[in-house]
């Protein structure tokens, strides 16, 4: 079990490490220490070896090396039931180093910073600190690792009571939360780098992952679900607050995660209602309550329950018209709420969760798990290119109707295939998703729509195979359409455009979303 007499500190984070020293020189123990960790001890009179004293070899390069020398990894790494291990050090000066207390440069904070710099991101890469903890953990048996202030409090704890001596089970316990540390880091640094080159594809992905909290349940009851952090990784679900209402669980991480995506894909102020992962509401406005109002309107009975997302602060007339009698989300996420507006949202229903989230923050990766393998895939982005846009009908589409249709193909990248949305006024009327047939997806839309179908327009994720589905789209009243093209039967579906005078807009962009 280690036996501490030598510690060797040297901490980024400082909190709690001279209450710590203090306490380990109190009880007899030999404290080395180097640059910003000595010199803190040192302020406080707590007695230290400095690291170049005891190496006799000086800092140097700015720091960069300091504590690489055969006297700090022989110390730590020495196996104490190897006579041949404990000759070598004695006969080279090397004394035993029971414990070190490390933690490590800031490197995933560094980076989270907008345009970091390469230099200050490679700088804040840690060397010694990760070298000594791998050393330690290595040892176990041996050599106690504390990486996180934490533990301070329950290794002091031990080593008061024990005479010095820590279990080798508590040993263990630090020398693994010690080895995921370093795990979670080079991961981190890893992800970072490879997001400044092309590489593609990374001949070998590694995904550390931080548990950020259990989940109630997953999809189902019966099943598990806990919510990890990806190392090196930003997004609204690690970075937004919760204001108010109950824990989130599986579906509504899921559901948010399609509402506030969606709202970003818009500059105006736009809202949307999201119901099992796909948009059931999405209007754009002059003002967020107008925008709102045309979005809940987009399909009354879908929207009871469901997630609202917005990409502007919510205001006190958006507030007002959410928390109209009778209407229930299951969540709220929007970029900021005015204090007016938060006070009626949380006086009108305790169980709704406020959520406040950052403002285009989102993966650049999707990923997914089938069966034993991990699919990975860049996040669709893609823009419309206006240069690109292809008229294949006799008939142009209005400047009026154009613009109809842009709202209408980037709401048809949220929606699940096959999807057809219908858009009116820059507000959805009619959503069909999910279904085996392009067909079926028309039909559901204009179902959804009704009477408001008349002089809508269009979006469809991908081509129409068969000429049916824009049968129906006319005959529901739609003026124009957009979609990818790119089938076999386009003259036929062209043919059956220029019939009902429906104006079309080939995209050459396909949009499933499974």
């Not at 209450?19 to 040192?42: E, N, Q, Y």
């Not at 024990?162 to 508590?170: G, H, I, K």
């Not at 590694?206 to 548990?211: N, V």
């Not at 469901?306 to 602060?313: A, D, E, Q, S, Y």
């Amino acid at each position: 079990m280690p036996e501490v007499r030598t510690a060797i500190l040297s901490v980024y984070d400082k909190t709690g490490i001279v209450d710590f020293a203090r306490k380990l020189a109190k009880l007899g123990v030999r404290i080395l220490s180097t640059g910003g960790t000595a010199k803190a001890l040192r302020n406080e009179s707590i007695p230290i070896t400095e690291v170049s004293e005891y190496t006799g070899f000086p800092e140097m390069m700015d720091g960069r090396v300091k504590t690489l020398h055969p006297k700090i990894h022989g110390g730590i790494l020495a196996r104490r039931d190897n006579p041949a291990d404990l000759e070598a050090a004695k006969s080279h000066g090397i004394d035993l180093i029971g414990m070190v207390v490390i933690n490590l440069y800031p490197f995933e904070a560094t980076v989270a910073k907008p345009n970091v710099p390469l230099a200050e991101a490679l700088e804040n890469i840690d060397i010694g600190g990760p070298s000594m903890i791998r050393a330690a953990a290595k040892n176990y048996p041996h050599v106690a690792v504390v990486t996180s202030p934490a533990d301070y409090e329950a290794v002091l704890k031990e080593l008061e009571s024990n005479r010095l001596t820590l279990s080798v089970e508590t040993s263990a316990r630090l020398a693994l939360k010690a080895f995921r540390l370093t795990s979670h880091y080079d991961a981190a640094i890893s992800a970072h780098l490879a997001s400044r080159q092309s590489e593609e594809p990374i001949r070998r992905l590694t995904l550390e992952a931080d548990l950020l909290s259990p989940l109630r349940y997953g999809e189902n009851p019966h099943q598990k679900a806990h919510l990890y952090r990806l190392a090196g990784s930003k997004g609204w679900a690690v970075e937004c607050k919760v204001l108010a209402g109950k824990e989130l669980s599986f579906n509504n991480y899921l559901d948010i995660d399609a509402a506030y995506t969606l709202a970003f894909e818009f500059e105006e102020p736009a809202a949307i209602v999201i119901k099992h992962n796909n948009p059931c509401g999405a209007a754009v406005a002059r003002t967020l309550a107008e925008a709102y109002e045309k979005a809940y309107s987009g399909d009354t009975i879908s929207a009871f329950g469901g997630v609202l997302g917005f990409n502007k602060p919510i205001d006190v007339p958006t507030a007002k018209l959410i928390s109209v009698p009778g209407r229930f989300y299951e969540c709220i996420i929007a970029p900021g709420y005015e204090a007016e507006a938060l006070s009626i949202l949380k006086a009108w229903r305790d169980d709704v969760r406020l959520l406040e989230g950052p403002v285009r923050s989102f993966s650049p990766v999707d990923y997914r798990f089938v069966g034993g393998a991990l699919l990975v895939q860049d996040r669709d982005l893609k823009d419309l290119d206006e240069n690109k846009l292809r008229v294949v009908t006799r008939r142009a589409p209005t400047a009026a109707e154009m613009r109809e249709l842009r709202f209408a193909w980037l709401v048809a990248k949220a929606v699940k295939s096959n999807a057809i949305v219908y858009v009116k006024d820059r507000a959805v009327v009619g959503v069909g998703a999910g279904q085996m047939s392009r067909v079926d997806s028309a039909k559901l839309a204009a179902m959804k729509a009704g009477d408001r179908a008349r002089g809508a327009v269009c979006g469809s994720d991908a081509f129409f195979p068969f000429p049916d589905g824009v049968e129906v789209a006319a005959d529901a009243g739609v003026t124009a359409i957009i979609q990818p093209g790119g089938s076999k039967k386009d003259t036929e579906v062209i043919a059956v455009a220029d019939r009902h005078n429906l104006a079309m807009v080939f995209t050459g962009i396909r949009h499933f979303k499974h």
